[in-house]
Nanobody
Framework: QVQLVESGGGLVQAGGSLRLSCVAS????????MGWYRQAPGKQRDLVAT???????LYADSVKGRFTISRHNDTNTVYLEMNSLKADDTAVYYC????????????????WGQGTQVTVSS
């Protein structure tokens, strides 16, 4: 019904940069907040950053000043620019979106992507 597909993950050396993208598609009437979360092995999934439809942003303390979230509403895409990467940033990164979608009637739901691996070598 609604799909989110992430891309841009990979292997990078400490201090390097990566840009993640996530495109939402399907039966989308509108999208409110979009966000990025990450999950390292053996740990819970944690918030990285979120952005509202009006471009209000929120960041985890651990990424402030290094990561930038942005979105392009016309293409239902959210980005995460990651700079000065550290080994501790290694995780699977997931995007999500709070979507108004259409069933029998319109309803709101949160959808998740499948994740993209980011590995930072020290």
């Amino acid at each position: 019904q609604v799909q989110l597909v992430e891309s841009g993950g990979g292997l990078v050396q400490a201090g390097g940069s990566l840009r993640l993208s996530c495109v939402a598609s399907g039966r989308i009437l509108s999208i409110n907040t979009m966000g990025w979360y990450r999950q390292a092995p053996g740990k819970q999934r944690d918030l990285v950053a979120t952005i509202t439809k009006l471009n209000n942003t929120l960041y985890a303390d651990s990424v402030k000043g290094r990561f930038t979230i942005s979105r392009h509403n016309d293409t239902n895409t959210v980005y995460l620019e990651m700079n000065s990467l550290k080994a501790d940033d290694t995780a699977v990164y997931y995007c999500n979106a709070d979507v108004r979608t259409m069933g029998v009637i319109p309803y709101d739901a949160r959808f998740w992507g499948q994740g993209t691996q980011v590995t930072v070598s020290s």
